[in-house]
Structure formats: structure tokens, C-alpha cells
């Protein structure tokens, strides 16, 4: 085996698993905000999840787009829904819309949730994930920061989830 052929062989593990915590991420961080939603929805009288979300074009669009793709139904539109849509839930703008009302209950493994600085390091590490996936599914080797420091992003957001 060449090298090169070793190199290649050991990045594809690296983003093996890489991989494998983003979807553990994104499985987690949608059931969870769902459920969370889904909550406040219901308090509030609103219906459905989908419904306490900011009434933005990007997020209708997206919504949009799922109900289509699940053929017309609301019931499991979230697994149509791109990791895109979800990051957008915790852009700087949705600090007081999103984040203090409700979104914060979804990070049960930080101290204190509610704050501003558990928001910022939300934030934060969600767009460097967002980058770690689009980077593993398309293979760019070259885009790539150092394997262990992207992993620690990783599972300090799957802590920060808690249970």
C-alpha cells in the first residue's frame, strides 16, 4: 500500500467518525428542539411545533420544502428538514425570540443555559459544525482543521445536550 493510499485510508476514518457525532448531534439537537417547541406550542395555544418558530422566510421555505418531500404531511416533516434549518434557529437575532423563552431548555448540560455566553458557545461551535458536516459529506480533505479538535467541538455540543 502506498503513502498515500495510507493517508487517505486514515482521513476516511477520521471523518467516519466525525460523521458518525454529527448525526448524533443532529438526531439528538432535532428531537430535542422538537420536543421543546412542541411544549411551548402547546402552552401557547399555537399547534403545531412549527408554529413558535421566528416567522421568517428562510424557515417557511425550508418548512415548505419538507412537507413536500414528505408528500403533503406535517406528521415527520423534521426528518426533510436540513441541518441549515436548524442552525439558523440559533443565529444572534433569535436571542431574545428563540433563545430565552425556550431554545435554552434543550441544552440541559450547561450550567446555566439560559445565559448569554451559553448561547454565544451554542452558536459558536453549531456553524463550526455545520461546517464540519458539509465538509465530511462532500470528502474535502483539504478544508479540514485538526481531527481532535474538531471531535472536542463535536462532543462538548453532544454534553451540552445532556439526556
Partial sequence: MKKNDKEFLVRLNDYGVLYYLVGVIEVRLRRKMIMTLRNIAKRKNRGEWFAVI??????????????????????????YL??????????????TRLWTPVAHEVFSGLDDAISRSSFEAVQERIFIIHKIRNRVAHYDFEGAAE????????????EALGK
Fill in 147 to 158: 481531527f481532535d479538535d474538531e471531535k472536542e467541538v463535536l462532543l462538548w455540543f453532544i
Fill in 54 to 79: 421566528p416567522e421568517e422566510r428562510q424557515f417557511n421555505n425550508f418548512l415548505m420544502r419538507a412537507i413536500n418531500q414528505n408528500n403533503g404531511k406535517i406528521d415527520g416533516l423534521e426528518i
Fill in 82 to 95: 436540513p441541518f441549515l434549518f436548524w442552525r439558523n434557529l440559533f443565529v444572534s437575532r433569535n436571542y
